[in-house]
């Protein structure tokens, strides 16, 4: 099976604060996704990168920015963190074979 | 405009009743997925289907690629039923999924 691990489940931060959260795939997927959820809005697309070094903005990448150096880990980066960027934050890959997605367990961000 | 739309949005069922769960998309595709997140959890996936019909235990989705539909059905409901079920749609071309904003489901003792 397909493991996908995000670094952090919970972290509390302060406005204007770095963010980091990092995912790490065990298989050696080109696909990687960061989305964010919010009730009633489903899942949202941040970002996304299909390669190392690639990235391609989704639907709401204001306020983010991501990192794929090595192809197995993606990270989003919150240059400076505001309080309506509180959310749950899933990272997945998308094995293309199966057509199937993964999704990591999520992180659970809150900005004060 | 929503490439994939499901409802309800939310459902309370009584622990035994038989649910439904709808989903229609706008795009081309070869499959539909039916994913599953329970309160603070990750999300997996639960089905996977292009054409007919799939049975999981009490869980069985169908699907019909000419009407652009596909349902999510419970049978005999029960409290750990309790969960985000959410429909996806890998599009034909390109990287990315339709999401549906996902039906929350509760299921009362």
């Known amino acids: 099976d397909v493991k996908v691990t995000q670094s952090s489940r919970y972290l509390v931060k302060r406005t204007g604060e770095k963010v980091f959260l990092e995912c790490v795939q065990d298989?050696?997927?080109?696909?990687m996704f960061w989305y964010r959820q919010d009730p009633g809005l489903g899942l949202r697309l941040i970002y996304f990168?299909?390669?190392?070094?690639?990235?391609e903005k989704g639907d709401i990448p204001e306020g983010y920015s991501v990192s794929r150096e090595k192809k197995e880990r993606f990270s989003l980066i919150l240059e400076s963190a505001s309080t309506n960027q509180t959310s749950m934050y899933l990272c997945?890959?998308?094995?293309?074979?199966?057509?199937?997605?993964?999704f990591g367990e999520g992180s659970w961000l809150t900005v004060v | 405009k929503n490439e994939v739309e499901q409802s309800p949005q939310n459902l309370t069922a009584q622990e035994g009743e038989f649910i439904t769960i709808n989903c229609s998309y706008s795009?081309?595709?070869?499959?539909l997925h039916w994913l599953q997140q329970h309160p603070g959890g990750g999300i997996v996936s639960l089905f996977m289907?292009?054409?007919g019909k799939k049975k999981h235990g009490r869980l069985i989705a169908t699907i019909n690629i000419q009407e652009k539909h596909s349902s999510l059905h419970i049978t005999a409901s029960h409290p750990r039923d309790s969960a985000v079920y959410i429909c996806?749609?890998?599009?034909?071309?390109?990287?990315?999924?339709?999401f549906g904003t996902g039906t929350s489901l509760t299921v009362i003792p």
């Open positions: 990168s299909y390669d190392v070094k690639m990235k």
């Open positions: 298989m050696d997927h080109e696909n």
């Open positions: 997945a890959i998308l094995e293309r074979a199966g057509n199937t997605i993964y």
């Open positions: 996806a749609a890998p599009p034909n071309t390109g990287n990315q999924f339709y």
């Open positions: 289907l292009s054409s």
């Open positions: 795009v081309g595709i070869s499959a």
